[in-house]
T-cell receptor
Framework: SQTIHQWPATLVQPVGSPLSLECTVEGTSNPNLYWYRQAAGRGLQLLFYSIGIDQISSEVPQNLSASRPQDRQFILSSKKLLLSDSGFYLC???????????FGSGTRLTVV | SQQGEEDPQALSIQEGENATMNCSYKTSINNLQWYRQNSGRGLVHLILIRSNEREKHSGRLRVTLDTSKKSSSLLITASRAADTASYFCATDGGSYIPTFGRGTSLIVHP
């Protein structure tokens, strides 16, 4: 079965510091991968999606970037964090056979 | 922009009662999905209903889809305290990329 790993679970970073959140998947190859952000009490905002290695699409202009150096690795980065980057970041994997998406456990990022 | 919007934003019921949540969307879809999120956790996929389906069941869950009204409902029967969570609908807007609403926060009192 497909599994998705996301870390760290929580992160507190100062404004202006860099960011790297990693998401890895197991049990599948060539998956479609997604990064979402959820602000407190809000829905999920799609940030990036990837259909393959080095193939990244960005949904909204922002202070973040994403990379997919390997088939099962999806990384969310920032060179300099802003206060507005605080939120709950979720990585997701598409389940082509049954439909729907499997989500990682999320990273709670607080920029101070 | 957000495609799906859930209603109500918050719902508080007693254990044993049924909970109904609604989702409205704006553009044509290939499928609609419902997810559950416990506080501070990732989302868990509950059920997917395709645009050519009208109703689907999974355990105590019943999902309906009315494409003419661009709406869906999620019914949880005989609710339990463990059903307390936020529930989201996600639609693909025809692009196979899901967009989520703000969710319905459900509290089931024991």
């Amino acid at each position: 079965s497909q599994t998705i790993h996301q870390w760290p679970a929580t992160l507190v970073q100062p404004v202006g510091s860099p960011l790297s959140l990693e998401c890895t998947v197991e049990g599948t190859s060539n998956p479609n991968l997604y990064w979402y952000r959820q602000a407190a009490g809000r829905g999920l905002q799609l940030l990036f999606y990837s259909i393959g290695i080095d193939q990244i699409s960005s949904e909204v202009p922002q202070n973040l970037s994403a990379s997919r150096p390997q088939d099962r690795q999806f990384i969310l980065s920032s060179k300099k964090l802003l206060l507005s980057d605080s939120g709950f970041y979720l990585c997701a994997l598409e389940e082509p056979r049954q439909g729907g998406y499997t989500f990682g456990s999320g990273t709670r990022l607080t920029v101070v | 922009s957000q495609q799906g919007e859930e209603d109500p934003q918050a719902l508080s019921i007693q254990e044993g009662e049924n909970a109904t949540m609604n989702c409205s969307y704006k553009t044509s879809i290939n499928n609609l999905q419902w997810y559950r999120q416990n506080s501070g956790r990732g989302l868990v996929h509950l059920i997917l209903i395709r645009s050519n389906e009208r109703e689907k069941h999974s355990g105590r869950l019943r999902v309906t889809l009315d494409t003419s009204k661009k709406s869906s409902s999620l019914l949880i029967t005989a609710s339990r305290a463990a059903d307390t969570a936020s529930y989201f609908c996600a639609t693909d807007g025809g692009s196979y990329i899901p967009t989520f609403g703000r969710g319905t926060s459900l509290i089931v009192h024991p």
